[in-house]
């Protein structure tokens, strides 16, 4: 266990967010450093792959992956803009 614990640990935070979901969002680049986790030990790089998809290109990428997907989405929150 401690060869473990000294061993480089290596981090990387992956979100799902779009540009087009709000101001602040679109100002995100694809690729940056999570300063608020990172410190003098560990470096953690921030990953933002669908930025750029609009809502449409992201349907059309689940339909063409046939994963399966939570109903809730389609179903009874239907009237909220996610």
Same mark, same amino acid.
């Given at each position: 266990? $401690?060869?473990?614990?000294?061993?480089?640990?290596? =981090?990387?935070?992956?979100?799902?967010?779009?540009?087009?979901?709000?101001?602040?969002?679109?100002?995100?680049?694809?690729?940056?450093?999570?300063? $608020?986790?990172?410190?003098?030990?560990?470096? +953690?790089?921030?990953?933002?792959? =669908? +930025?750029?998809?609009?809502?449409?290109? #992201?349907?059309?990428?689940? $339909?063409?992956?046939? #994963?399966?997907?939570?109903? #809730?989405?389609?179903?009874?929150?239907?009237? =909220?803009?996610?």
């Amino acid at each position: 266990m $401690a060869c473990f614990l000294s061993s480089a640990v290596r =981090i990387l935070y992956a979100l799902g967010l779009r540009a087009e979901e709000s101001s602040g969002r679109a100002r995100k680049p694809s690729l940056d450093v999570d300063r $608020a986790q990172s410190n003098g030990k560990r470096t +953690i790089p921030q990953w933002h792959p =669908i +930025i750029g998809w609009d809502e449409q290109t #992201v349907w059309r990428r689940i $339909a063409d992956s046939g #994963v399966q997907y939570g109903t #809730v989405r389609s179903s009874a929150l239907s009237h =909220i803009r996610w």
